[in-house]
């Protein structure tokens, strides 16, 4: 079992950088992969950046590419999401997820099988 718990998200101005954290419990978190999905109101969760248990590989959609990159401490448990030159159309409430062994696709929701409370992320024009 692992429980998760986002934090450092806010409002920021367009172009600006914030990064979140997700601390995580248990005694098991290094063998997990961990990704960071969003959601807009009114839109589908969607899958961010993925980071492999070993924090070597990483996946991140391509809006994204360039602006953000995940990292993990495993002595802190712990995951980040650094953003940088934040636009509008990043506005979301902001998950990390842990997946316990890839069975599909990293970038389904449902591959996951913990998640965070979530932290929103506003970005002003």
């Known amino acids: 079992q692992v429980q998760l718990v986002e934090s450092g998200g806010g409002l920021v101005q367009a172009g600006g950088s914030l990064r979140l954290s997700c601390a995580a419990s248990?005694?098991?978190?290094?063998?997990?992969?961990m990704g960071w999905f969003r959601q807009a109101p009114g839109r589908e969760r969607e899958f961010v950046a993925r980071?492999?248990?070993?924090?070597?590989?990483?996946y991140y959609t391509d809006s994204v590419k360039g602006r953000f990159t995940i990292s993990r401490d495993n002595a802190k448990n712990a995951v980040y999401l650094q953003m940088n030159s934040l636009k509008p159309e990043d506005t979301a409430v902001y998950y990390c997820a842990a997946d316990r062994a890839l069975r599909g696709s990293y970038r389904s929701v449902g591959e996951y099988d913990y998640w965070g409370q979530g932290t929103q992320v506003t970005v002003s024009s």
């Open positions: 980071l492999s248990s070993t924090g070597i590989i990483t």
């Open positions: 248990g005694r098991t978190f290094s063998s997990y992969a």
